[in-house]
């Protein structure tokens, strides 16, 4: 409840602060419904190529970059620092390639809901590493607010796979390996975090997001470099035309084009001003009711859960906001 009063007096500050929680809240929602349609766009489907999540990933960082850039270049905003340049590109290539490759590929594993749940291990784990590599102090309350967390993520990872959307439940295999996927896209996302945090300083928002999906660009096509030279069946040249599908086939990238407009083109701006405008205590809070979001989103898209599922979400919101208050 404390978290939530700091929201409302943060908001109340003035015209920035409400309008930086508005984007906050938006763009939680609009990342929510983005991954229900990414998910959808990767299903597979009769006679259209297969589509890869990081062929996916790396659609939707390219186009929001050559949008970002051409939006740069009209406002004429000042680039970032070289010595910027770094951090913001390796926050890009944690964030934009691995994590969200690793994010859209629990998708048709442990489910979209599961999935998102998983991400609000980010506060935690960016606390975490805040107090071992810059020696920040985590209180008693902090550490107990990562049990809750915890908690309530376990609470829903307990839940029994229900049919929805006229699809079977995924077997228990793969919705571990799902469960697993969005725990590496956490701590992924968490380090992106705070390599980031440092390029960010004196660095227009506008600037220094083309900079990361620069870093997001560039690592996808070193990974998949990197996979065909290990892999003996695709290899390099077959892994970089996997990454290529959805500008070689229109009904890829017509598939995509929803999904990057909800989860993309639109949402990473009101993300940016979020994180320009408020604390990033509260910045962190709102970007965590994702998974709230989503939980009547896919029941909308005909998505069905139980009640471990609506609970466990909740609390583990609640630890996040814990987290945030006591660090």
Not at 257 to 279: D, K, Q, R
Request: proline residues 6%; positive net charge.
């Amino acid at each position: 409840m404390t978290a939530w009063v700091e929201v409302v007096a943060h908001s109340a500050a003035g015209g920035a602060a409400f309008s930086g929680a508005a984007a906050g809240l938006g763009a939680a929602a609009l990342w929510a419904l983005g991954s229900f349609l990414f998910s959808r766009a990767m299903a597979p489907r009769p006679g259209r190529p297969r589509l890869s999540p990081a062929a996916a990933n790396l659609f939707k960082n390219t186009s929001a970059g050559l949008i970002f850039a051409a939006a740069w270049w009209v406002l004429g905003d000042a680039p970032p620092a070289p010595s910027a340049w770094l951090s913001l590109g390796l926050s890009g290539f944690l964030g934009f390639a691995v994590g969200d490759a690793l994010y859209f590929a629990a998708f048709s594993r442990c489910g979209v809901q599961l999935a998102a749940v998983a991400a609000n291990l980010i506060p935690p784990l960016a606390a975490l590493i805040d107090f071992l590599y810059f020696g920040r102090t985590l209180s008693a309350a902090a550490l107990a607010a990562m049990v809750v967390t915890l908690a309530g993520i376990g609470l829903v990872v307990s839940e029994r796979p229900r049919t929805g959307a006229g699809r079977p439940p995924p077997d228990p295999r793969a919705r571990r390996t799902g469960l697993w996927f969005a725990a590496l896209a956490a701590v992924a996302q968490a380090v992106a975090i705070v390599s980031g945090r440092a390029g960010f300083e004196g660095t227009d928002l506008l600037p220094g997001t083309v900079a990361r999906l620069v870093g997001g660009v560039s690592g996808a096509l070193v990974i998949a470099v990197v996979l065909g030279a290990l892999q003996r069946g695709t290899g390099t040249v077959g892994e970089l035309r996997l990454l290529a599908r959805p500008f070689a086939y229109r009904a890829l990238a017509w598939a995509l084009v929803p999904a990057c407009l909800v989860g993309a083109w639109i949402n990473l701006p009101l993300h940016s001003h979020a994180l320009g405008t408020l604390a990033p205590g509260v910045s962190a809070i709102l970007f965590a009711t994702t998974p709230l979001f989503a939980l009547p989103i896919g029941m909308a898209l005909g998505e069905r859960y139980g009640w471990r599922t609506a609970v466990g979400t909740a609390i583990a919101f609640v630890g996040v906001a814990g987290v945030v208050r006591f660090t």
